[in-house]
């Protein structure tokens, strides 16, 4: 397992197989964000990948958010917008793929983490993915992850999550408001079920799920734009003498 993580693209039986790691709980550092994103697009305009399924490597943690260590080291508003840029380039090539994007969520998600789960056309779970928007109590905000969290489970839940930053929510929590369309007791009963709907989508009409996809994300169009200045919002934020001394309390207990 590289240090600096790693991203890889796979594509068989029409499948298109977008898989992460990082050693610090799948958090996503600004190269890793960007590679996913290149990646989710690669495989977007691949001819023999009828679906994309995004995953993550490990059992605890779908994927922790943002890299902690890159936060702390942002030191100007370019580096800032540069770095939250990188979740709504994810969400965006998830969003404007022509293709359904299954996630497959194994374990924890926690702020972009849980932005990646909602930003997914159809999210299956273990009752082991708790999921919690952890931003405030960094002294930042869910900024560029929120339409797409919204969007899915709704104002009300969103709000939620976003006040109670610091609480953990169950994977039935998630089932119920729509985060999940699915939840399963084990990693094996996960897999079986990613196996089994990739399988059925890529086999089906391309052309469908293409006009399908399209329809499901109207009103969405102006994303490109609104998740840029969302990023812009988080990235002076994090230049912030009460959010670097948040986050320098946040390392030192666990996430």
């Keep these: 397992m590289s240090s600096a993580g790693s991203v890889s693209l796979k594509v068989e039986n029409g499948i298109a197989n977008v898989t992460f790691q990082h050693p610090q709980s799948n958090s996503l550092p600004g190269a890793l964000l960007e590679t996913i994103a290149k990646s989710i697009d690669k495989a977007a305009q691949m001819d023999d990948a009828k679906v994309i399924v995004l995953a993550s490597e490990g059992e605890k943690?779908?994927?922790?958010?943002?890299?902690?260590?890159?936060?702390?080291?942002?030191?100007?508003?370019?580096?800032?917008?540069?770095?939250?840029?990188?979740?709504?380039?994810?969400?965006?090539?998830?969003?404007?793929?022509?293709?359904?994007?299954?996630?497959?969520?194994?374990?924890?998600?926690?702020?972009?983490?849980?932005?990646?789960?909602?930003?997914?056309?159809?999210?299956?779970?273990?009752?082991?993915?708790?999921?919690?928007?952890?931003?405030?109590?960094?002294?930042?905000?869910?900024?560029?992850?929120?339409p797409a969290v919204e969007r899915k489970a709704g104002t009300s839940a969103f709000t939620h999550l976003t006040i109670n930053a610091s609480k953990w929510e169950s994977a039935e929590w998630a089932l119920s408001k729509g985060i999940y369309n699915s939840i399963y007791i084990s990693i094996e009963e996960l897999d079986k079920a990613v196996?089994?709907?990739?399988?059925?989508?890529?086999?089906?009409?391309?052309?469908?799920?293409?006009?399908?996809?399209?329809?499901?994300?109207?009103?969405?169009?102006?994303w490109d734009q609104l998740l840029l200045e969302r990023a812009e919002m988080s990235g002076t934020l994090v230049l912030s003498d009460f959010t670097r001394n948040a986050i320098a309390k946040f390392k030192q207990g666990s996430r």
């Design 61 to 146: 943690t779908f994927c922790a958010g943002a890299s902690f260590d890159e936060l702390v080291a942002i030191q100007n508003m370019d580096e800032g917008r540069k770095f939250f840029s990188g979740f709504a380039k994810v969400i965006n090539a998830m969003r404007k793929a022509p293709k359904f994007v299954i996630a497959r969520v194994q374990g924890k998600a926690v702020g972009g983490g849980v932005g990646l789960a909602c930003a997914a056309d159809y999210t299956l779970a273990t009752t082991q993915a708790a999921v919690k928007l952890s931003e405030l109590a960094v002294g930042i905000g869910p900024f560029v992850v929120g």
């Design 195 to 222: 196996d089994e709907l990739s399988k059925t989508l890529a086999a089906s009409n391309p052309q469908a799920m293409m006009m399908l996809k399209k329809i499901m994300w109207e009103g969405t169009e102006n």
